[in-house]
């Protein structure tokens, strides 16, 4: 392994918590999760998160202008570190990790459980005054709403301020830069050169949500035969984030 990999791996290790939060909006990513909630807000996610090769490129070439920490010498290491993102999970109230795995260097696995999916996401001081991310409401019949706009995406900083790495930070949307659609493929284009913008355009983020009781109504997503609602979301609406995204399941 050459001295610019190793301490690309030092590089990928320092951002464990930003890749954890790839689990959300990050590009060069392919994400799969299953959420299962209950009527008190309580449930369970398992996440699925594999980086591809332009993003992989990306952080060792960032890694060498940055000059990180080598880590061990081992080309079978795992991109993410495990000790640093079970660390970035123990700060986040209420939730816990059931399991943390790296099948392969570039994939990473979750099982985590929550106590209070709205508590999880609530605004901090920095998000104060927006419309939540997520929200859970209701009595017998409970709505779970999934909001994200330029107003709130502090929120996810605040949340996770590791997003502010610079590492990634050119990455995802810029409250102060609107663009459309073909002006942030041709920025990602010389971020993370020709392979870049096609990458972006081929992922999307699913999101499964399996809720106790029964659904009546859902918006933004498909019900499932099994009574799941599946959640599509292509990438670039996340990374451009010109316009609200509005998801919601109404369940008893």
């Not at 985590?112 to 009595?139: M, N, R, V």
């Not at 709505?143 to 790495?165: G, I, R």
Request: proline share 6%; net charge negative.
């Amino acid at each position: 392994m050459t001295a610019l990999q190793s301490r690309a791996r030092g590089a990928a290790g320092s951002v464990a918590g930003a890749l954890l939060a790839a689990c959300l909006l990050l590009a060069g990513c392919s994400v799969d999760q299953e959420i299962a909630v209950r009527l008190n807000g309580a449930g369970e996610a398992q996440v699925r998160v594999e980086l591809q090769p332009v993003f992989i490129d990306y952080l060792l070439a960032l890694a060498e202008i940055a000059d990180e920490v080598e880590l061990p010498d081992d080309p079978s290491e795992a991109l993410f570190d495990v000790a640093e993102v079970e660390a970035a999970i123990a700060d986040w109230p209420g939730v816990e990790a059931a399991r943390i795995a790296t099948p392969t260097p570039e994939q990473l696995e979750l099982d985590l459980t929550f106590d209070d999916l709205q508590a999880a996401f609530a605004p901090t001081e920095a998000g104060a005054g927006t419309t939540p991310l997520i929200s859970l409401t209701g009595g017998k019949r409970r709505t779970l709403s999934v909001h994200l706009d330029s107003d709130n995406y502090s929120q996810l900083t605040a949340l996770f301020p590791v997003l502010e790495h610079p590492l990634v930070i050119s990455l995802g949307p810029q409250p102060d830069l609107e663009v459309n659609d073909e002006e942030y493929l041709e920025m990602m284009q010389f971020v993370l050169g020709d392979d870049g913008p096609p990458a972006i355009l081929d992922a999307e983020v699913k999101v499964r949500v399996q809720v106790e009781g029964s659904v009546v109504e859902q918006q933004g997503g498909e019900l499932q035969e099994d009574g799941s609602v599946l959640i599509t979301i292509p990438l670039l609406r996340i990374l451009v984030l010109d316009r609200p995204l509005d998801y919601r399941v109404v369940f008893e």
